[in-house]
């Protein structure tokens, strides 16, 4: 996904991050503590805010990702944390998402090729069915 020289490292920091405070969360049972804002992200990866919404637009289209809200100290934070308890099993939510996309695709093109399939075959026996009666029209017109 990362485009520049390091920049894998650098994701994956971000990455460990959000594993390791949604280990935090998970323990003390609070939710608010999986939540890593922006700033956070950037400030782990080295890269700048608006950088790193273009990660996070990447991880967000995978489901890696969830954009979350939380109230803290009368404050609303926005921020973003795994959608799983652990990076596996974000990974394999994004997996299983993928494995679906990719089953219904293969429906609807089983279903295209049989609609072309019968659009053929109709007309195939619609032009079979004229032919006949052209002949039958021609022979009564000679007699």
Excluded: C
Excluded at 7 to 23: P, W
Excluded at 76 to 99: A, C, D
């Amino acid at each position: 996904m990362p485009r520049k020289q390091g920049s894998t490292d650098k994701m994956h920091r971000v990455l460990l991050e959000l594993y390791e405070r949604a280990k935090q969360s998970y323990r003390q049972k609070k939710p608010e503590l999986g939540v890593m804002t922006v700033e956070e992200m950037g400030y782990h990866a080295g890269i700048s805010r608006q950088t790193m919404y273009d990660y996070l637009n990447r991880w967000i289209t995978l489901n890696i990702i969830n954009k979350t809200s939380y109230i803290a100290n009368g404050k609303v934070t926005i921020g973003y944390k795994l959608t799983g308890n652990t990076l596996e099993q974000s990974f394999e939510k994004v997996m299983n998402r993928i494995k679906m996309n990719m089953e219904l695709t293969q429906r609807y093109i089983r279903e295209l090729q049989r609609l072309v399939k019968n659009e053929k075959i109709s007309e195939t026996q619609s032009s079979k069915a004229d032919e006949p009666f052209k002949i039958e029209e021609k022979v009564a017109v000679e007699a």
